[in-house]
């Protein structure tokens, strides 16, 4: 009998669970983090070369409009958070790496009026620059969901998935 | 959003009527007999959508509800992709299953979903006294959960739970599985619920 083997990524040991990270969440840590189906929501991950720790945020949303209930949701709130969270762990903002993916128009029909994919991912670039985070790479916009996974441990690895099957490296 | 039993029963009849209406006109289509399952209803967390949908590749038609109200939420016709492949092939009359969806497959899906979901909506309407009308269709042939995140996230009315109300259609002669989802804002639920009580108490 055939046995499913669970695919990990990059073959890594599977002594660490990866934290599956939904739409407005985000994870802190050095365990690999993992986030399915984007599409017009960006995933974001900052990774610090130093501590060899990360972080992953889930974003749905440009702007919170004042809500604070789900920091992670809104670019806007998500950003500052994780910057906020990583700084707690000593990282500074001058050595975190951040990269992200997402930001897909996948409904060309609805997508021309409000274009949230874009929205999202032009404000994150505003926001990353305003901290002073550098942004190493993105794979954003087009018609094409993405999951990505994040391993800190692996030199802050990013890799992302399509939903072709074809996947590459951030 | 809490939905109360009688709320939930009178919803779930909406659903089955409005589904049964779309299963009739999937059987002509396909001259094939479509089972139906009981109506689902799901109020889900944003957070949690992913246990709902995932990276599975699927063909997906959505329609802006409107009419009556004029952004009323979403509603779709989706079908995984080797569904979408052996539909396609028994109504154009072809075998191939490995092969990529073309123009052709495309709209083919876009016409069947605009007729299931148009039959939904009309029945609806009839029932309710209340006009929905679908938005011309868009089309995706991606990651579920990509697609489903991206309607979400442009509704009118900012909500951290959405309410998902499903019913599967499968066909068993030819090996098709798919489902009608309706995804109301909040405000439209508020209005149907209030419509489908109106009836209970007054019948």
């Known amino acids: 009998m055939i046995k499913a083997v669970p695919v990990m990524p990059d073959h890594q040991p599977q002594n660490e669970q990866t934290a599956m990270i939904g739409i407005g969440e985000y994870r802190v840590g050095s365990f690999p983090m993992m986030t399915i189906g984007l599409g017009s929501c960006i ?3 900052m990774y610090d070369p130093n ?3 990360g972080a992953m945020v889930h974003i749905m949303l440009p702007e919170s409009a004042g809500r604070m209930d789900r920091p992670g949701k809104y670019v806007d709130t998500a950003v500052p958070l994780l910057v906020n969270e990583l700084a707690a762990l000593g990282c500074k903002n001058r050595s975190i790496v951040a990269k992200i993916a997402g930001g897909a128009c996948m409904f060309e029909y609805f997508g021309t009026n409000l274009n949230i994919g874009e929205r999202n991912t ?4 505003i926001l990353l620059k305003e901290h002073h985070i550098q942004l190493a790479a993105e794979d954003v916009g087009g018609k094409v969901g993405r999951s990505v996974t994040f391993l800190p441990a692996n030199d802050g690895k990013v890799s992302i998935r399509r939903a072709d099957g ?3 490296n951030l | 959003m809490k939905l109360s039993t009688v ?7 909406l659903g089955n009527i409005g589904a049964a209406h779309a299963a009739t006109t999937l059987s002509q289509m396909l001259g094939s007999t479509i089972e139906m399952s009981v109506p689902a209803i799901k109020v889900i967390d944003l957070s949690q959508l992913g246990k709902y949908m995932g990276e599975e590749s699927a063909a997906m038609v959505a329609f802006e509800l409107q009419g ?3 952004h009323g939420g979403y509603i779709l016709f989706y079908i995984t992709r080797e569904s979408a492949v052996r539909m396609t092939n028994t109504m154009l009359g072809m075998t191939e299953i490995n ?6 497959d495309q709209s083919a899906l876009l016409e069947v979903g605009n007729i299931m979901v148009s039959a939904f909506l009309d029945a609806t309407a009839e029932l309710l006294g209340f006009v929905m009308l679908p938005s011309p269709p868009a089309l995706t042939i991606d ?3 990509a697609a489903m995140q991206s309607l979400i996230a442009q509704m009118q009315e900012e909500t951290n739970e959405v309410l998902l109300f499903s019913t599967e259609l499968t066909c068993e002669e030819y090996k098709i599985d798919s489902d009608i989802i309706m995804m109301p804002e909040r405000s439209t639920l508020v209005k149907i619920i209030a419509l489908l009580e109106n009836m209970v108490n007054t019948s």
């Open chain 1, 122 to 125: 032009e404000k994150v670039r």
């Open chain 2, 7 to 13: 709320q939930a029963d009178a919803i779930q009849e």
């Open chain 2, 143 to 145: 990651m579920a959960h």
């Open chain 2, 68 to 70: 009556d109200i004029p």
């Open chain 2, 99 to 104: 092969r990529p969806l073309s123009e052709m």
């Open chain 1, 51 to 53: 501590l060899k720790l």
């Open chain 1, 166 to 168: 074809t996947s590459s």
């Open chain 1, 43 to 45: 995933g974001l991950t």
